[in-house]
């Protein structure tokens, strides 16, 4: 069901690490190409457009593209009360996370009478993005909206693509989360388009903003990287991806099920298991074998655990596994080791790290209180999960005396005539 990769008694760089281990293949640049048109329809178009396209892609014609208040207010009264209670938790345990990621002001006297600030103020306005088609993920309104909202984010608009099962509307649940969070801006887009409508804006539909986020398909990366600039986005997400640490401890039913897991979004996700046990590989095939009929999405997950992107890697030791899942930069790393938090601390490169046989991936998409969208594709080498970082800007604030800067006047001057910039030094000795 699941390849196997001998990496013993082989020491590698990153990239040749990577090429063991390759991902899926997608090809940005070529969906890039193909939206290229639906992103100049929107810039240039009217409501109509984003009605046209939908139809088009969605297979239903929305009644509007804004989402009417009595249609979330209708949404969450009809909630399943399970849901609702479910759904409260996890705001309450991401909300506690995410206040202790707020950053504070911080003063610097680099001399008397010369000061430098930094300050973090919180972007204008933000659009976020909710998938929808093969799943509904209330988790990712979660997940966007606290952070942006607890950063003091003034503006924030959701869109998720409009549902042929619920007459145009974006999924029920997932305008319940948004009224549930206070969000009254929802439109019904999806795709490239979601991201261009928010790029560009719309008159008489949807003001521009000046970040999006949240996870898509390959066209919403695509829009993402076309649109960067005009836009700031949090990332290019990709396929989701676990990586397993493991050593002989592990146990091999967990390993399994948290493999299925992942391989449950979709036929390109990634499930990779880094051990030097090949008795443990053994089990966790057999569990494998035991476990994927069982579940409800199993032709999908099949197709998954036996592309490329999966693989069981044999490595010599815990030593060498550490260099194997720093060099892969895994969107999730669970930990299934002796001595799994002091394993932890060691890992430079993951979007989550997820600790021990009590901390699953599956808590972290909805109830440890971590953000769950998360870098992929290697993107954890430089980048990080979602926060309120993320709607955060920082400013520099500088105050010098008269006194503070005759202190320096001299050295300006000599730097800025050094790079043939001598107006800049004029403008210090104009002041003298």
């Known amino acids: 069901m699941i390849r196997t990769v001998d ?80 759904l409260e938790l996890s705001i309450s345990r991401i909300t506690k996370v995410h206040n202790d990621q707020l950053r504070t002001s911080t003063t610097t006297t680099v001399v008397d009478g010369g000061t430098v600030t930094e300050k973090w103020i919180p972007v204008d306005r933000v659009g976020l993005y909710v998938p929808g088609g093969r799943a509904v993920y209330p988790s990712s309104v979660m997940m966007n909206v606290i952070p942006a909202q607890i950063a003091k984010v003034q503006s924030i608009a959701v869109a998720s693509p409009p549902q042929k099962d619920f007459g145009g509307l974006p999924h029920p649940t997932i305008l319940a989360t948004c009224a549930l969070l206070g969000i009254t801006e929802v439109y019904a887009v999806g795709g490239a388009q979601a991201i261009a409508l928010f790029a560009y804006g719309m008159e008489g539909v949807c003001e521009k903003a000046d970040l999006v986020t949240g996870p898509g398909n390959i066209y919403v990366a695509a829009a993402k990287r076309a649109l960067r600039g005009i836009i700031g986005i949090d990332s290019e997400a990709g396929p ?14 967990d390993v399994a099920a948290d493999l299925i897991s992942q391989a449950e979004h979709d036929e390109v996700a990634a499930s990779v298991l880094v051990t030097d046990s090949e008795s443990l590989i053994e089990k966790v095939r057999a569990s494998l074998e035991r476990l994927v009929p069982l579940a409800m999405n199993k032709d999908r997950i099949r197709i998954a655990l036996t592309g490329q992107q999966s693989a069981f890697v044999l490595v010599d030791d815990l030593d060498h596994g550490l ?98 910039l001598s107006a800049h030094g004029d403008a210090i000795k104009v002041r003298f």
Do not use: C
Not at 17 to 37: D, F, G, H, Q, S
Not at 357 to 385: C, E, I, K, M, R
């Open 7 to 86: 990496l013993r008694g082989r020491s590698l760089s990153k990239a040749q690490y990577n090429a063991e281990l390759p991902r899926a293949t997608l090809n940005v640049a070529e969906a890039m190409l193909l939206i290229e048109p639906i992103l100049e329809r929107v810039k240039n178009g009217t409501q109509a457009d984003l009605i046209a396209l939908a139809q088009e892609f969605d297979g239903v014609t929305p009644a509007s593209i804004r989402v009417p208040q009595t249609a979330l207010d209708q949404a969450l009264s009809q909630l399943d009360p399970a849901i609702r209670t479910a």
């Open 240 to 253: 989701t991806e676990i990586a397993v640490l493991a050593d002989s401890s592990a146990i091999a039913a």
């Open 323 to 420: 260099k194997v899942v720093d060099a892969y930069a895994a969107e999730h790393l669970e930990i299934h080791t002796r001595n799994a938090s002091e394993v932890a601390r060691r890992v430079n490169n993951a979007g989550a790290i997820f600790v021990g046989d009590w901390s699953p991936v599956s808590l972290g998409d909805y109830l440890a209180g971590s953000n769950h969208v998360l870098p992929t594709g290697g993107q954890a080498w430089f980048g990080s999960g979602l926060g309120v970082h993320t709607f955060l800007r920082a400013q520099q604030v500088v105050e010098y005396s008269e006194t503070a800067l005759s202190e320096v006047a001299n050295n300006v001057v000599a730097i800025a005539n050094q790079e043939g």
